[in-house]
């Protein structure tokens, strides 16, 4: 009975909320915030370039002010806007949070963390867990991005906190891709070298200005290299890697080295061009898998 | 400098290539194409041409006047500023700096200009290979170069002399290193855009090093030089005008004479959207001359005199110049640079350089010759002068490797 006495001394008197306001101020927010949504993709779109990786970030900042301007305007319209009714409010707030909905409360505050360390942001191609893909919306809750094949996968802000996140381009509009060959080990690996660099140097989707890495390394059942380069934009690196992996192969075919086959498990051999780890690298530089 | 200093300095000259300038564009200029650039991509506006201009009609003007009023340029004109240029290089032999190299965008002419100077002084010219044979790797053409050979050589095309193939840049270094062993003269002639490339490939630079550049043509060379290409059979002088009178350019007899009438920024206009490439102002302003239909072509100011008749200017915020297509502008992009690296590509061999892009080609040149973009001439496509400036801008916000002119 005290407990509800309180309350109501907190809450403003029924008679006195303006629920048409309240109504106007919810509604209005989420207009404003779906009109962002799509408004924002959209223009980026259209300028297209290192325009689009400027303006896809603003939305999640965005969208936060849009909902701090809605609770400024909300607040003193339920309760009495003193320092005792706010303290009681939120602290209501912290307990309903921490006990009924924490990992909802929790991605709340990753994603509002999320905005300001930005681990990812749209139009970034991001690595969680076994998802990769491009990140299309940044939102309160989680995060969604698309996969090479289509798939939208939707991850809650909560894995930030324990979770390694792998950002391919960290907001830049180019990242490295690298394509691999696997070779029979009886060549001149000088000549392959020089080669593999003019395949790359000779993409149309090469971005000149930075550099052209071909590594190699012997293993047990033959020679890994891998082409290291960058693509003009992101969201042509399989369209890159695709160039460099055919125009490679017929290359290395012409000079006569002899594509190679590497092990896939116990006794399981398969050819090494339908391996689907010789896509955009999620495991970068990582040679332990082979 | 002065009006007199640029009336009286030579209408064709050579720069370092790393001083290259293209001439200014004004402030207003800028903002109006920023925003209506903006409003485009935005699809908020359609740019409807018209050829009313409140009392005027213009119609595009006929051929053997159009002939008359802007004639075919002689590139030939630019070989004393070249002479000029290389006079002590000529007087030692070319004994300490046997290379020399001469850098000019599309449509600027240079690639003449070079083959001519070389002929006229009987110089050996190393013609390019045809296009396939530098990737069936058919060693004719480069065991045909003797570095010892004494005679001076002129190269008027090196941007033939490569593919960005893996099998097209081998010809080119072999090449380049032929060349770096010679003691003779040889003077070389690239394409801007196949230069950036080989300067990022092949570091084409260190054999070539300090090239030079066909000076921008600025407002004040553009009117001497369009001046100098009108002749008109009946020999009246003939003003330029736009429709609301404003004189563009005056006929080059009454050029030198005091008291001239103010002129308006259509060339000043011209030369920077041209980037100061003389062959890409020059098809711009043919496309920009209108006639009035009509017993008398005359614009009937009293001021003028009754013997000067016009050629009216389409203004330049109504020129309708090509732009990108909207759709697949991805693909076009990589078509337009490829075009753009070897200044021009025949059908055949343009699926070899873009093989990712083979099955859909024929129909993306299509768009982009309906969009008035590119051409097929002489059996390559190429890009087109009026489109020139529209697709530079575009690979370079793309952020495609672009040319230093």
Redesign the interface.
Known sequence: MNDYSSLTKVLRDINQINFVRIFIIIIGAWVVMRMVERAVPWLAERLGGRFRLYILPSIPVMRLLIINVALILLVPTIIEPTLQNLAAIFAALAIALGFAVKDFGSSLVAGIVAIYERPYRPGDWVKIDRAYGEVKTVGLRAMRLVTPDDDTVTIPHLKFWDTNIYNANDGRRDLMCVTDFYLHPHHDGALVRRKLRDVALTSPYLNHERPIVVVLKEEVWGTHYKVRAYPIDCREQFQFISDIAVRGKAALLEMGVELGWRPLGAGAMVPAGDSKESLPRPERGAYSDL | MTPEDANNSPLWSFIPLDRYAKPPELTREIVRRGFWG?WD???LHDKVPSNRFGQLELHPIAKDLLQQAVGEPDWREAEPALDEECKDWLKSGGQFEPLHAVVGAPYSGTCFTVRYWGADKNWRVIEPPAAGQLLTGARDWLNAIDPADESPWVIPCLEKCYL??????EPVKELLEKLSSRRRATLVACNSWAWA?LH??VQIDLVLPAPLAPAPFDRNRLKRWFQSLTRFADEAPRAFRLPNRELVMAPAVQADESGQEKEADFLAKLAAYSRGIPGVAWSIWRHSLRFTPGPKNDDGGGDSGEQEQTIWVTPWENLNLPGIPEEN??QLA?IL??LLLHNGVSNRLLPE????LAAVLGQDLHKLRAAGLVELEHGEWRVTALGYPAVREFLE?????VDAI
């Open positions: 903006l991509r935005l699809r960005r193939h893996h099998k097209g840049l490339y990022k490939a502008r991805g990589l640079h490829t350089l873009l093989p990712g916000e793309g952020g495609y490797l």
